[in-house]
């Protein structure tokens, strides 16, 4: 678990520079930093749910159901943060968007190199 906290932490913050330097400016900057640590603790805590129990045989099929519903979780939370940030936190809507959706996109594609490794 502390091993793709600290792989999805360095995933993330390499692509906040790449675009922090895409969507230059201050409101910009706040956008994809809060977006950044959303993603982390989405993803942590999704990465938690997929990993499989400990102790005790797994039913068929039960990694692909719980890695589908952290997908859910992930885009309801992409959907949400939309309507929240945009309209409450008054952040850009490209920015925030964006970096979340590419943050997600990054460290999940680093979630099946971990899971061979979490246990």
């Known amino acids: 678990m502390i091993r793709f906290i600290a792989v999805a932490f360095g995933i993330i913050a390499v692509l906040g520079l790449i675009l922090a ?3 230059p400016g201050a409101e910009a900057a706040k956008a994809i930093g809060t ?3 959303l ?3 989405i993803q942590v805590l999704t990465f938690r749910a997929v990993v499989p129990p400990k102790g005790r045989p ?3 099929g039960g990694m692909l ?4 519903a952290g997908a859910v ?3 309801l939370s992409l959907v949400l943060y939309g309507v929240v940030a945009t309209k409450l936190f008054a952040l850009p809507a490209a ?3 964006v970096s979340l959706a590419a943050f997600f996109f990054a460290t999940m594609l680093a979630e099946p190199l971990m899971l061979t490794n979490a246990s």
């Open 58 to 60: 797994d039913v068929p």
């Open 21 to 23: 330097r895409v969507f």
């Open 73 to 75: 979780v992930r885009l």
């Open 65 to 68: 159901i719980r890695w589908g």
């Open 39 to 41: 993603a982390l603790v």
């Open 95 to 97: 920015p925030a968007l």
């Open 35 to 37: 977006s950044a640590v």
